[in-house]
Every structure is written in structure tokens, then in C-alpha cells.
């Protein structure tokens, strides 16, 4: 079994930042990327940011310049920090692993996100 598991949500004023955090954990063998996806009301998710085992950062258009992701290998987390948040960031944020298990197996995991909303 894989758990991600994420905190640092909330209700934050624009321009403000938050800090997003997430933690796997569970019978892993080798993560190879970690990252962020969000998903507003009425629309599909998308990706936020994303980082792989070998330090390959992918930024959305959308947040670049803005947000910055970071990933500890040995605790396994990854963190988004979000500066100049603006209204449009509002969403339910989504953590997200490619992970190889004890058993062989590679695959997708998810949170259970965690709700940023931006408004003053």
C-alpha cells in the first residue's frame, strides 16, 4: 500500500502565499516523479508542477515565476511553495507520485487534496 498524504491548505488573500506539503509513504521501492495537479470547479485537473528523481522541474505556464517546487528524496515529500496567489489559483490541490513498490509494481498515486481558495 502507497499513501500520499498533503496538508498546508487554506483560505489565503491575493497576492498572499501558502505552502503546500506532501508526504508518501508506504511499501515503496523507488519514486520517480512527485508533484502537484489542481482541479477548480466545472473544469478538469491540470497540472501544477512536477518533479522527477532526476531533479527535472516542470512548471504549468500559469504559475511560473510564482510558485516553486522542492522535494526531499530521503523523506520522501515534496512541498509547492505559492507566492502572488491569485484568485484563478483557487482550486482543489492534488499531490501526486509515480512510485515502483516492494512488489514490482509501478503506477500513479494520488491525495486526497487539499483546498486553496484565494479571495479577499
Known amino acids: 500500500q502507497v499513501q500520499l498524504v498533503e496538508s498546508g491548505g487554506g483560505l489565503v488573500q491575493p497576492g498572499g502565499s501558502l505552502r503546500l506539503s506532501c508526504a508518501a509513504s508506504?511499501?515503496?521501492?523507488?519514486?520517480?516523479?512527485m508533484g502537484w495537479y489542481r482541479q477548480a470547479p466545472g473544469k478538469q485537473r491540470e497540472l501544477v508542477a512536477t518533479?522527477?528523481?532526476?531533479?527535472?522541474?516542470n512548471y504549468a505556464e500559469s504559475v511560473k515565476g510564482r510558485f516553486t517546487i522542492s522535494r526531499d528524496f530521503a523523506k520522501n515529500t515534496v512541498d509547492l511553495q505559492m507566492n502572488s496567489l491569485k484568485p484563478e489559483d483557487t482550486a482543489a490541490y492534488f499531490c501526486?507520485?509515480?512510485?515502483?513498490?516492494?512488489?514490482?509494481?509501478?503506477?500513479?498515486?494520488w491525495g486526497q487534496g487539499t483546498q486553496v481558495t484565494v479571495a479577499s
Open positions: 501526486y507520485s509515480d512510485i515502483r513498490t516492494v512488489w514490482g509494481k509501478r503506477a500513479d498515486y
Open positions: 518533479i522527477t528523481s532526476g531533479n527535472s522541474i
Open positions: 508506504g511499501s515503496i521501492v523507488s519514486i520517480y516523479v
